[in-house]
Structures are given as C-alpha cells and as structure tokens.
C-alpha cells in the first residue's frame, strides 16, 4: 500500500518570501504521478503541481516548483515571492499508472499562512 | 470551461436519516471519484467508477452505496446516519486514455448529521 507523509502540519512565512512544504512518501511501484494540491478557504481542491516519476526534470509553474528526489521518495514544494492568496492546506498526493482510473492518495496536509 | 457539479452543496440530516449526493463530472469524463474528508483532515477515498463499473473500492461504510448511471453521473447514497458521518464529501472526475494524472474536484458537499 502507498503512504503519504506531511511532517509539518502548519508553517507560516512572510508575503514575498520563500516557503518549502515537505512531502514524503512510500510505495514499491516503479511508474506513478505525485502531486501538490491547494485546498483554499474556499474548500475546493486545486492541482498546483504536478511530477511523473519517469521524468527526472523538476517540474515548475510560475512561482511553484518541486524538488522530486525519487530514490529519496521526497517530494518537496517550494513557493517562491508568496503571495496572501498562497494561503491554503497543502496536500501531497499519490497515484500510482497501473490503469488509467487510479485513485489519488493524500497526505495529511500542511496548513500554510501567508503573513502581510 | 466546465466544471465538476455537486449537488446539493449543503445538506442537514437526523441521525438514521437517509442521504443522497450526487455529482456531474466534466463532459467527456468516464470516471468519478468519491472522497470524505472530516474536520480537519485529508481526504479519504471512498469509491471510484469507471465506465459506470465500479472501479476500486476504499474505506467506504458498508452503510453508503453509489453508482455511476449511463450519463456518467454518480450518486452516493448514505443510509442510517451517524453523528460520524458529518463531513465534506468531494467528488472529482478524470478523462482514461488521458492520463495526465490529474483529478479535477468538485466544490463538495457538506452534510451535516445532528
């Protein structure tokens, strides 16, 4: 079974400052997607990034990027120039290729405060 | 662009009462996801369709059944309500074949048991 693990459960950082959101995780297959999503006061949940575990590439988008260490299994998040809308839970997730209808895993989440 | 539907979005219920969710995925999407997330927590996978079979099946209650009907929507039906029960229910969906990996939620559905 695959397990996800957020080891901080909140963290806070300054507005325009860097913040680095902490995932691990533990599976035996070889072929899976790990993700970020953000979870707004709002409730709704939203992808913010999104890594194939075949690609060694970090992946990035905009002011988001991941830092995928796979013989690690850690998959961190960095949030660069954080803005107050950053404010939101944080969750890794999991989800491994064996078919194309595969569930999504979470973690535990990381409730993240962006502070003006 | 459309989004996944849930209906209703609010929902308050008596302990034993029956409850019904439901949820329209995106068009062109052939799987649904249903997860329950209580206060404060991530969220748990339920139940998944795909092709409007039952695809994998998680900690959800022997008490909560669902479906996926032939226009692709899916329903979860919640019988003999517990105090336990209260929580966000999210339905997400995804396109097969695609496999970008990426499961597109809903804005949930919060029941409420008293």
């Known amino acids: 079974a695959q397990t996800v693990t957020q080891s901080q459960p909140e963290m806070s950082v300054q507005e325009a400052e860097t913040v680095t959101l902490s995932c691990t995780y533990d599976?035996?297959?070889?072929?899976?997607?790990l993700f970020w999503y953000k979870q707004p006061p709002s409730r709704q949940m939203i992808l913010v990034i999104r890594?194939?575990?075949?690609?060694?590439q970090n992946a990035t988008e905009n002011r988001f990027s991941v830092n995928f260490q796979k013989a690690a299994k850690s998959f961190s998040l960095k949030i660069s120039d954080s803005q107050l809308g950053d404010t939101a839970m944080y969750f890794c997730?999991?989800?491994?290729?064996?078919?194309?209808?595969?569930?999504?895993?979470f973690g535990p989440g990381t409730s993240l405060s962006v502070i003006p | 662009a459309a989004g996944v539907i849930q209906s209703p979005r609010h929902l308050i219920k008596e302990k034993r009462e029956t409850a019904t969710l439901k949820c329209y995925p995106i068009?062109?999407?052939?799987?649904v996801y249903w997860y329950q997330q209580g206060p404060g927590q991530d969220p748990q996978f339920l139940i998944s369709?795909?092709?409007?079979?039952?695809?994998d099946k998680g900690s959800i209650p022997d008490r909560f059944s669902a479906q996926q009907f032939s226009d692709y929507h899916s329903e979860l039906n919640m019988s003999s309500l517990e105090l336990g029960d209260s929580a966000l229910y999210f339905c997400?969906?995804?396109?097969?074949?695609?496999?970008?990996?990426?499961?597109?939620f809903g804005e949930g559905s919060r029941l409420t048991v008293l």
């Open positions: 890594q194939e575990a075949y690609k060694q």
């Open positions: 997400a969906s995804s396109r097969s074949g695609r496999n970008t990996g990426e499961l597109f």
């Open positions: 068009p062109r999407h052939d799987t």
């Open positions: 997730a999991f989800m491994k290729l064996k078919t194309s209808y595969d569930k999504v895993i």
């Open positions: 599976t035996s297959e070889n072929n899976y997607y």
């Open positions: 369709f795909y092709e409007k079979m039952q695809s």
